[in-house]
């Protein structure tokens, strides 16, 4: 018998699976194993998870983020509403309010009206709840640290003082008096 981390009739169990690619010849298509990714939802809809990944477009757009990072925004969620019944009805019922104020499918809506509809929701919980698992879910993991070139932690390597801190590309080179010599 084959012992596999999750048997093929585990993952049906769950409820949706979000799948993409990678973009071929992306930065993180290099670094990853294989440019497909998949994201198993054991309590939300794929449908529910796919309208989590468009809000957290919505509240944290970056066109260089792959779809994948934002995977792991509604996976988490779905992570929380497994085991917590209050959890899993604030997500249920804030994207079934996302998809009526969009007339239907608010993953179909254009980038001004979900704007608009996410806006109107700024009071819910449940855009409490989104917005505050977007920040570690799209920013603490290493394809985020890839896209935009932060290395991780530096703890580990010596720290930065020793490294250099000015080593992200998208930030301008600082004035010698923002980096005074160091004493060692």
């Known amino acids: 018998m084959n012992h596999l981390p999750l048997a093929r009739r585990e993952f049906l169990k769950g409820s949706g699976v979000l799948m993409g690619t ?3 010849g ?3 298509a290099g670094l990853a194993p294989s440019t497909v990714w998949a994201v198993e939802l054991k309590t939300l809809s794929k ?3 796919e309208a989590i990944m468009a809000m957290g477009r919505v509240l ?9 990072v934002y995977a792991l925004l509604a996976k988490d969620l779905d992570g929380k ?3 917590d019944a209050a959890a899993a009805k604030t997500l249920k019922d804030g994207v079934a309010a996302l998809n009526q104020a969009a007339g239907g499918d608010f993953t179909k809506a254009d980038a001004a009206r979900k704007l608009a509809i996410v806006k109107a929701m700024e009071s819910q919980p449940f855009f409490g709840t989104v917005r505050g698992q977007c920040i570690t879910s799209l920013y603490d993991n290493d394809m985020a640290y890839a896209t935009f070139g932060y290395p991780g932690s530096a703890w580990e390597k010596g720290g930065y003082i020793t490294r250099g801190f000015q080593d992200l590309k998208w930030l301008p ?3 010698k008096a923002a980096s005074p010599k160091a004493d060692l």
């Open 22 to 24: 990678l973009a071929t």
């Open 26 to 28: 992306s930065l993180l």
């Open 47 to 49: 449908a529910e998870g």
């Open 60 to 68: 944290y757009p970056h066109e260089k983020l792959p779809d994948a």
């Open 81 to 83: 509403a497994a085991g």
């Open 173 to 175: 080179e600082p004035g």
